[in-house]
């Protein structure tokens, strides 16, 4: 709600909307009386190459900021006679990807695209959806939806109040008998409970057409903060990881199973995340075979230094959890920081004879890239093993 | 989740922090190499007053705007040598504000107070919380939590995904049998469902606390778009009305019943909305009194050339409504561009003998406004009226 005032003469009402429009732009506009003209940002073209555009008359410069880049620079803009910067850039896989502009240093989202999200209480860019040539999973395509649950909850450790999210499929009914196996879905740092739906991962959508196809069990997935301690510096650390253990399992999984119905086998749960999502959530997952029997590490934050130390336990002494896991998966991107650390771990798992599955695709450390490996993992979660071939 | 790479040559997992806390700043830090300073933004004083910092050291200008300043100018901040714009501000009434810094004509967040949120899609705003002398209704108190619902459903009509968010108060147990009254609550425009919630209303925290102090009836609260169309332009248009009331009427509203326990009884409807949402919400609601029984508008868009049309046969046949309504309730700022329709329609509605409340309180027409009338209008709702003095 944006009405303000600047002149009490002119028509109120008129003046109000008219007012709330200039906001929208407001962005991108300077204060110079100067009337904004009507972009398209982003403009896909049929090759997958995009444009964006931005009207800023008075910028001495203007960059292009986006999460498929990775280690590459922003991208400059040109500026045209008419006060607008363009750039285009090659075709892109199909993905939902975020970016910004950079404005004489200051970061933006786009104020033509109306795709503006924040998440985790600092950070602001816009959407970019990539469709492919059949959609894909995380397409939109009417499938019956499911509902997010935002619980909020009063930590006795911390003494102060933490939210969780829960996503229940469509057809769930609290008054029903059905119960329904468990996803874990963290993700990275900075982050919330929200980055994998309205923080940029917007997953609910997937989660809906995998189970309208039939290609991923209905379940829960409940997401939550990976950083539960959210100090900067230590995010890393080891008192963060046994906070965020502390957290899930004695505050966040009794509160989900009294609340929802869930399926109490540990067959019938799982733990994934992103980046450090990913690393805590593996050691979590390995740490209780009680609760967890399937593990994701989607681009997880495993480097050599630290799982040397907190994964020791299970790779000296393996045996108890080469047989317990229904399915241990890593997947990384082509250009992740934490590709050759992900390997590593992969190879001590097979040096400790535990099962697990490595998958490598194409692209930096990124939330796009984990989508993709995300939409590999749930149709592998909680299904029988398939017969082996005679 | 921001994690990228600059450098291949360092530590992989401390380079991804460092710049993950980089980019956390970035928003005011020109690309100089110069690192910026930690500082403390906004600064409340014990008297209220209010100071707020940003660095950006090579910016020839910088402003502040917020929605505590109605018809005012922003309020340009001072140079430091240290690169460091400041400005204080006279002491603010307790409330929860939103605001953001002008630099070289770009409105962004303010990158020191890790508070930013963004609603419908394309505003980005920072909260500014001014805490009372005792806690007032909308503050933490950790008071029990309700839940937010977030449904999704396909709209027949539009022949697109909708959606709307439910509160429903602790203790409500889907499996029970106790059933809720209903108040729909309602967003001004360009906004949507998450206004009251994460898109800078912050309201489920007031339900959470009224219900605990036994102020407010436990109730379901349940927000949408008051701008069903959505074109720029069109918002205040008959065109977006006809569309809003089809939309909740028809759509949501038995979506609503078919998946929550509601009370069914009209007595126990409630619809209340901020300035559009204000005007669309008094006009479903004096339409079907078979409905809603208790109408608020919070700063509603209340103009004459609009409602002594949209209004007329509630004004020249009034007797079907004068004893239907349990509450009719208007509330608007004293600086607000609606003030003097607001008083208008009381006065329509008095000629009318409709019987009304009208509030007047301080402030321009902003949410922090519409939340101290949210808090007024909440224990009123579904109450019985008082028996009379002897």
Redesign the interface.
């Known amino acids: 709600?944006?009405?303000?005032?600047?002149?009490?003469s002119v028509t109120?009402?008129s003046?109000?909307?008219r007012l709330?429009?200039a906001?929208?732009v407001?962005?991108?506009?300077?204060?110079?009386g100067q009337t904004p003209p009507t972009l398209v940002s982003p403009e896909i073209g049929v090759d997958r190459a995009v444009t964006f555009r931005l009207w800023a008359p008075?910028?001495s410069a203007v960059e292009l900021s986006g999460?498929w880049?990775?280690?590459r620079p922003p991208a400059p803009l040109a500026k045209g006679a008419d006060g607008v910067w363009t750039v285009t850039i090659p075709p892109l896989e199909p993905n939902i990807y975020s970016y910004g502009f950079?404005?004489?240093?200051?970061?933006?989202?786009d104020?033509s695209c109306?795709?503006?999200?924040?998440s985790a209480?600092?950070?602001?860019d816009s959407v970019l959806r990539i469709p492919g040539d059949t959609p894909r999973a995380w397409e939109?395509q009417?499938s019956p939806?499911g509902?997010?649950?935002?619980?909020?909850?009063?930590s006795a450790r911390q003494q102060r109040?933490r939210q969780f999210v829960v996503y229940t499929p469509p057809g769930y009914e609290?008054?029903g008998t059905r119960r329904y196996p468990v996803l874990v879905l963290l993700?990275?740092?900075?982050?919330d409970e929200n980055?994998w739906t309205?923080g940029g991962g917007f997953a609910?959508v997937m989660f809906d057409n995998l189970i309208a196809r039939g290609e991923m069990v209905p379940m829960f997935v409940v997401m939550h903060a990976s950083d539960a301690l959210d100090r900067?510096?230590g995010?890393?650390s080891d008192q963060n990881l046994q906070e965020f253990e502390v957290i899930l399992v004695d505050e966040v999984l009794p509160l989900l199973r009294a609340r929802y119905r869930v399926d109490p086998q540990p067959e019938s749960w799982a733990i994934a995340g992103?980046?450090l999502g990913g690393e805590f959530g593996m050691h979590v997952g390995l740490k209780h075979p009680e609760i967890f029997r399937s593990i994701g590490s989607l681009s997880g934050?495993l480097?050599q230094n630290?799982f040397d130390s907190r994964f020791v336990p299970w790779f000296t002494t393996p045996e108890a959890r080469r047989g317990a896991y229904s399915l241990i998966w890593l997947g990384c991107g082509s250009e992740d920081?934490?590709l050759?650390?992900t390997k590593a771990f992969a190879a001590r798992l097979e040096a400790a004879g535990i099962k697990h599955v490595f998958r490598q695709l194409n692209g930096?450390?990124?939330?796009a890239v984990?989508r993709l490996e995300l939409a590999e993992l749930l149709p592998l979660l909680f299904k029988p093993p398939a017969a082996p071939r005679r």
Do not use: K
């Not at 709600?1 to 009490?8: D, K, P």
């Not at 407001?26 to 110079?32: D, E, F, I, N, Q």
């Not at 509902?147 to 009063?154: I, Q």
């Not at 930096?364 to 939330?367: E, G, I, T, V």
């Open positions: 709600m944006r009405i303000s005032l600047n002149r009490r109120p009402h003046a109000a909307m709330a429009l906001s929208a407001a962005l991108a506009c300077p204060a110079s008075s910028a999460n880049m990775g280690a950079i404005v004489e240093g200051i970061r933006t989202a104020p109306r795709c503006t999200f924040a209480g600092r950070f602001v939109a009417n939806a509902t997010l649950h935002h619980e909020r909850f009063r109040t609290p008054a993700p990275g740092t900075p982050g980055d309205s609910e900067p510096g995010r890393r992103l980046s934050s480097v630290s920081v934490f050759d650390g930096p450390h990124s939330l984990a």
